[in-house]
């Protein structure tokens, strides 16, 4: 009876060190999923700062393209070729 209680306690003490194994695990998880928030926050604060700035600088493109006025169309008109009268 003596070795079965001894491996009773040996058992609860392998379970005892998983849990804990665990919930260190799941303590590590914890930090990086928070530090990975952190990161995609800053990230997607970024982006929308870019998508700003995206959007200001086609806004200056299309004024400056709205202030060039297109050449007027004219057919080429070739002047004849001056010979060297000698």
Sequence with gaps: MRAYSGGMISDFQDLSDKIEQLAELTHSLRRENAQLR???????AENISFQRRLGEAHQRVSALLAKITPPELEPAVEEPVKEDAQ
């Excluded at 952190?38 to 997607?44: D, E, M, R, T, W």
């Design 38 to 44: 952190q990161a995609n926050a800053a990230l997607v």
